[in-house]
C-alpha cells in the first residue's frame, strides 16, 4: 500500500524524492518504492530518512507490527502509541507487565527492542526457547536484514540464567548507555528464570545506570495476589491495552490509603 | 462525594473491588464498613458465606445494639451466586435488585457489600465474571449506591484481577485503599 503519509511529510517539506534518497544515500528507484510501498527500507534507512522528516522511523514499519496481531483481539492502537512514547523516555524505570493476549506481548516486545535500537542501546530478551523462536521470526518479518544483529540478545530463560548475564551486560557497555532489559518472568520455584530479584540484589551496581526493564507475566498463570505483592514492588504497570502509574508502589507523588479498619481505628 | 470513613470520601456511586488474602483481615474490613455505615445512617446489606456469617453475625452482636443490628442484613452468597450452578448475571442482578428494592422504596441509604463465589467447575466462569462485574458497575452507578465486590485473591487469575480493575473505581487489598488507574 502506498505511504501517502510519506509523501504528505515530503511535500510539507518542500523536498522531491531525489533529495530524500541524496539524503539517505540510496538510489532513488529505491526511495521510490518505499513511498509506493513496495519495498521496506532497513532500519538505517528509515532513521535517516525519518530524522530528514521529522518522525518517528517506527511508523515504516507499523504495518509489519500490526499484521501480527489477531484480528480478533481488541487492539487499541492509540494507547499502543502511548505505551510506545512511555519506551521511548530514556529514564530508569521498571515495569510490570500483565499480559493477557501473546500477540500482543509479541508487538510490544518487538516495539521495545526497534526503539532500544533506535537509541543505539543494546537489548536483552530473557524469555523461554519457543517464544524467542517466534519472536525472531515476528521480527524477520518486519526487519527482513541484519540490522539488528549484535544489539539484540536474546537469552533462553531455561538456561541457568544468572548473575553472570548481568556482569557482562554492566562491563560491555559504558555508564551512559541505557540499557533495554525484557523478561517473561516464569511462576516456578526456580529462582533463576526470574530476572527481578536478580536486579534487586545488584541494587548497587545497577543504581547509576539508565536500564529501562519491563517483566512480564501471563496473566491467565499469575494470581490476584501475585499481582497485589508486584504492584507494590514495581512502580509503572503495564497491561496489554494501557500504562499507568502503579496503584500499589510508595512513591511521595501517590496516595494511598491505609485499609478499612485501620482508617476506622 | 460522601463519606466512606472519617479519612476519605469516595464518589456517590462508589464501586469497591476488594482482594483480600487474609480472613481475619477480611473481618475487620467488613466490620469498619459496616461500623462506618451505621454510624452514616445507612443500611447494610451483606452477601456473605454461610461458614463466615456466624463469626460476622457475633461480632456485630457484641458491638452493636439491637436497633442498630435491625439495619444490618444479611443473604447467603450460594444461594445468591448459584454456587452449585450456573453463575447467571442477569438472574443475580435481578436478585440483586429486588433485595435493595424496599430500601430505595422507603427512600432509606444503603450500602452493599458482597464475597462473591462461583462453582469452581464451571465453565468460562472467568468471562462471566468480567461481564457481571462490567454490568453490576453500571446497576451500580444507575443506583447510585456504595458497594463493596470481595474476592479471595487466591482465587482469581491477574487476568481477571486486570479486566476487574478497569469496572471498579476503587481497589482495596488487606493493606491498601486506591483508585484504580484502569477505571
Given at each position: 500500500m502506498k505511504r501517502e503519509w510519506l509523501v504528505k511529510l515530503r511535500n510539507?517539506?518542500?523536498?522531491?524524492?531525489?533529495?530524500?534518497?541524496?539524503?539517505?544515500f540510496i538510489d532513488r528507484s529505491y526511495y521510490t518504492q518505499i513511498e509506493n510501498g513496495k519495498r521496506n527500507p532497513s532500519i538505517t534507512v528509515a532513521k535517516t530518512i525519518a530524522t530528514a522528516l521529522e518522525f518517528d522511523p517506527l511508523l515504516f514499519f507499523q504495518d509489519q507490527i500490526d499484521d501480527i496481531h489477531n484480528p480478533q483481539s481488541s487492539i487499541n492502537s492509540t494507547n499502543h502509541i502511548k505505551i510506545t512514547d512511555f519506551f521511548r523516555t530514556e529514564q530508569h524505570k521498571q515495569i510490570l507487565y500483565i499480559n493477557t493476549r501473546f500477540d500482543d506481548y509479541l508487538t510490544h516486545l518487538i516495539r521495545f527492542i526497534l526503539i532500544g535500537y533506535d537509541k543505539g542501546s543494546p537489548c536483552f530478551i530473557f524469555?523461554?526457547?519457543?517464544?524467542?523462536?517466534e519472536m525472531k521470526k515476528k521480527l524477520k518479518m518486519v526487519l527482513p536484514g541484519d540490522d539488528l544483529k549484535g544489539y539484540i540478545h536474546f537469552i533462553n530463560h531455561e538456561w541457568n540464567t544468572d548473575k553472570h548475564i548481568f556482569d557482562s551486560i554492566l562491563h560491555e557497555h559504558n555508564d551512559e548507555t541505557p540499557i533495554y532489559i525484557w523478561s517473561r518472568e516464569?511462576?516456578?520455584?526456580?529462582?533463576?528464570?526470574?530476572i527481578l530479584p536478580m536486579m534487586q540484589s545488584m541494587s548497587k551496581e545497577l543504581k547509576n545506570r539508565?536500564?529501562?526493564?519491563?517483566?512480564?507475566?501471563?496473566?491467565?498463570?499469575?494470581?490476584?495476589?501475585?499481582?497485589?505483592?508486584?504492584?507494590?514492588?514495581?512502580?509503572?504497570?503495564?497491561?496489554?491495552?494501557?500504562?499507568?502509574?502503579?496503584?500499589?508502589?510508595?512513591?511521595?507523588?501517590?496516595?494511598?490509603?491505609?485499609?478499612?479498619?485501620?482508617?476506622?481505628? | 462525594m460522601i463519606e466512606l470513613t472519617k479519612q476519605m470520601s469516595v464518589s456517590n456511586a462508589a464501586h469497591i473491588l476488594y482482594f483480600f488474602d487474609n480472613t481475619d483481615t477480611y473481618?475487620?474490613?467488613?466490620?469498619?464498613?459496616?461500623?462506618?455505615?451505621?454510624?452514616?445512617?445507612?443500611?447494610?446489606?451483606?452477601?456473605?458465606?454461610?461458614?463466615?456469617?456466624?463469626?460476622?453475625q457475633q461480632r456485630v452482636k457484641n458491638y452493636f445494639s439491637k436497633e442498630k443490628q435491625n439495619c444490618i442484613h444479611y443473604v447467603n452468597n450460594y444461594s445468591f451466586y448459584q454456587c452449585y450452578g450456573d453463575f447467571q448475571t442477569r438472574k443475580i442482578l435481578e436478585h440483586f435488585n429486588h433485595i435493595l428494592e424496599p430500601y430505595f422504596h422507603k427512600n432509606l441509604n444503603v450500602r452493599t457489600w458482597a464475597h462473591v463465589e462461583w462453582n469452581d467447575q464451571q465453565h468460562g466462569i472467568s468471562t462471566k465474571l468480567e461481564k457481571h462485574e462490567k454490568i453490576a458497575d453500571f446497576s451500580v452507578n444507575k443506583m447510585g449506591l456504595m458497594s463493596v465486590c470481595a474476592y479471595a485473591s487466591s482465587k482469581v487469575s491477574a487476568s481477571l484481577q486486570t479486566a476487574m480493575m478497569k469496572s471498579h473505581e476503587y481497589l482495596m487489598t488487606d493493606k491498601e485503599f486506591v483508585r484504580s488507574p484502569l477505571y
Open positions: 510539507e517539506k518542500n523536498l522531491t524524492q531525489k533529495d530524500i534518497s541524496t539524503i539517505a524469555d523461554i526457547a519457543n517464544h524467542l523462536s516464569l511462576q516456578s520455584s526456580n529462582k533463576n528464570t526470574s539508565n536500564i529501562i526493564f519491563v517483566g512480564s507475566y501471563n496473566a491467565s498463570v499469575l494470581s490476584a495476589g501475585s499481582q497485589i505483592q508486584l504492584m507494590r514492588t514495581y512502580p509503572i504497570l503495564m497491561t496489554d491495552d494501557e500504562i499507568v502509574v502503579s496503584p500499589l508502589y510508595k512513591n511521595k507523588d501517590q496516595k494511598i490509603f491505609p485499609p478499612l479498619f485501620i482508617q476506622e481505628e | 473481618l475487620e474490613n467488613l466490620m469498619a464498613y459496616i461500623k462506618a455505615g451505621i454510624e452514616r445512617n445507612n443500611h447494610i446489606v451483606i452477601i456473605e458465606n454461610p461458614t463466615i456469617l456466624p463469626d460476622l
